[in-house]
Each structure stands twice: as structure tokens, then as C-alpha cells.
């Protein structure tokens, strides 16, 4: 037996407790015996209330509906201010012949389509104006879902308030939520913000206090908060990792989730940007001693490191969920940067010492998001094709002729991937451009022509284009 179903049970039992009779089923009519409460002095009866849809209860008279009499104590009916009104010197009571000597109230009830006990919930809160015992009633968010529309219907505020006490301290199913949110406009103000708060986002601030930026949305703020937990410090950031790519993935808010994700790379872009900006800058070179010089530069690239693969995992999200079209428009832009990183893999001894893995991680950072591209997973203009390919090219280029092959040389399976990727880029680009882009891939061959066939297939489809006649040109 479900709570709810026993609570019902529980409450029927103890109103027949105070009467002779059983508690009524709910066909129960005016000529079932009435339940009965201390100090009784009046006879309130709830009758059913036809729905309009249905013709035959609407012809019947009100004395063949539906109906069950209680015996009340006027006394305990003030508390609501429903009946507190009813009660007043407007009040007239019926003759006393009709209600064996008391006074005759009437209630209607709307007639519920599917419950077993129409009265239930009517019952249940006559009860408590005599008891007030609301722990002894509310035992769970049906509970209180079922008796709250009653004592908001009779102004008992003193239920209500503790219907709402329930259940702003206790989990709710869907079900329960959707009624939650049914009967919210009906409640007190404050009541009704204290289960709203659950449910609902604030209303946003038009702009943050600072600046007049638009505010993030409780949405953006928590997957904000998750993208920081999976790629700061998490104890298991494998995991965390996982869990918040699935939650990216499922989120049904495709702007959303980009929008977080665009923050989060100009975020860390910047980061690795200003490291590798210290590191480059001839300032800081002669500003301090050789060695203080070596101990910061190595926390400085090593930082750097951190922040790459920190891009590389949003990288990854990106181009999985489609939304790199930004990502990458950034990534072709940043001259300045690999400027930088030229200068540091140039710098054998420093990065090979201190970051060996770097140029793993910028080529294959540099790599998906080429990869997006030729693949159409990321669509973006001619223009930013073009900026992709010539700002990134020298680093390739750098990587490959400076770096130990068991890092990043010619045989890396990364560099390797990245020439035929820049490759298929530039074909899909004017004869103009990939003139001038394929004459700075000279270097992708090697002494054994055989080497490298996606070299000489990239320069047999130049000529092949080029050597056509231009469309419309007369012959």
C-alpha cells in the first residue's frame, strides 16, 4: 500500500473513530451517516460540484449528488477565514429540524474525474481546523499537494503555510513538479517564491553590475562551472572530464553550450598567449639574472603546456558538438602566437628540457581543428581557410625540421596528418592563394620523392587548374 493511500486510510479510520458509522465510499449520499468531531455544533456537507461537461449531473437536483455531511465545531471552523465570513452575523443558520437540532452549512466540491475518495482532501482539512496536527497529515508531497488547493479555497493559512513548509524541504518527483508549478500562481507571494526557487532561474539582470555586460544565465553559469571543474584540479579529471562531455553533448541548447565553450577557449587562448608572450619578450630577457630568468621561463612554459591541453580537451568539444565555427576564426588569427612558438622550438634546449611534449600538443590542437574543417564538420569562409593554413604553416614547418622524430618529426604520425589536412585545405582554395600557400610546402618533401605522395597530388591539381582556360574566355 502506497503512503498516500495509507494516510487516506489512516484519516478515514480516525474520523469514524468519532462516529458510530463507517466512513462513507465516495457515492456516499445525504443519507449516509454524518462523521462526527468533539464539541460538534453544526453540520457541514460537502456536495459534489457536476462538471459542465456533464449533462446528466448538471439536470440532477442537488439532493441526488454526491454528498457526505460532518459534524463540526464551529469553534475550529474559524480558523478559516472562509468560514470565519460564513460565520459572521450574516451568517443565518438552517432550522434546527433539518440537521438534528444543529446548524446547516453546504460545500461544494469539484468533482474529480478518477479519484476513489472526491472528499478526501475536504475531509482532511476540516480535520486539521480541529486539530492542527500537520505532521500527523502531511507525509509526503502528495500529501500536501492534494489538501493545499482546499485550504487555499478556504483560507486556512495556517495549513497552507505549513503545505508549503513540506514542501519547499522535500524532493519532488516530475509529476509532483508540474503540480507544484499548477498551483504556485494561486499561493502567497512568498510561498510561492520559496517553491519557484527550485524550478525556476531568477530573472536575469539586463547587465552585470560591472561594465554593462550582459549577465550569463543560470544555464551558462552551470555548464561555466562545469567546463572549470573538468580542466582545474578535479581529484579524477578523466572522469570528470567524461561526465561533463556527456552533459555538453545531451544539453538541448546547441548557442548555449557554444557560447560557453567560445569563453572558455578565448579564456585559456589568452592564457597561453601571454606565457608564451613572456617567454618571447626580449624585456624580460635582460630584465632580470640568468638564473632567476631560467626559473620563471620554466614555470612559464610549463604553464603554457597545462593551458594547451586544457584547449585541446575544449577543442575536442567543440568540434564533436559542431559549434568550432569561432574556435577556429580565432585560431587562424593568431600571428603573434605562432610567432612565439616559433621562437621556442627554434629554442632546442629550452622547450626540448622543459615542455618536450609542446609540439605535440600545438600540432594536434592545430590538427582537429583542420580536420573539422576538411571533414565539414566546421564550415567557415574561404578567408579563414586561408588565415588557418598560412598562420600555422611555419609552425608546422618549424616542428618537423626542428624536433627529435619521436616527437614531432617528419614520421609523426601528427605532422604526418597535418601536411595532408593543410593540404586538402589549400585545395579547396582560389589557384591565386594556393599558389602562393603550396610554394611554402617545399618542405613536406624529403630526399625519396616517394615520400611524400600527397605533395606531388597537391601540386598535379594546381597545375591541372591553373592550366585551364578561365570560364567565359574566348577561344
Known sequence: MSLRKRQRS???SRLSTLSSSPAPHAAASASSPPLSFPNADLVLRLHLDPCPDDDADLDAGEDHRPSLDLHVSSASLLRSRYFAALLSDRWSPAPTSAAGGHGHLSLAVAAPRSASHPFHAHVEVVRLLHTLDFAGAIHSPADALDILPVALQLLFDACVEACTRFLEAVPWSPDEEARVLEIAPLLPADEAADLLARITPPQAASASAAGGEAARSPSEAMLHGLIHSAIHGHPVPAATKAFVAMLLKDYPSRDCVQKVLDEAFLSRLETVKELMGKYASPDFRVAVDSDERDAIQRLNLQSAVLNVRHLLWLIERMVEMRVAGNAVKLWSEQAALTADLQKL????????????????????????????????????PRQVRTKLVRSWLPVLNVCRNMVQPMQCGYKSPNCQELEETFLQIISTLPVPDAQELLQQCLGFSTRNVDDCPHLIAAFKTWFRRAGRAPQGAEN
Open 10 to 12: 489512516a484519516s478515514s
Open 345 to 380: 622550438l627554434n629554442d632546442v634546449d629550452m622547450w626540448k628540457n622543459i615542455t618536450p611534449g609542446l609540439p605535440v600538443l600545438v600540432t594536434r590542437c592545430t590538427l582537429r581543428f583542420a580536420n573539422s574543417v576538411v571533414n565539414g564538420e566546421t564550415i567557415v
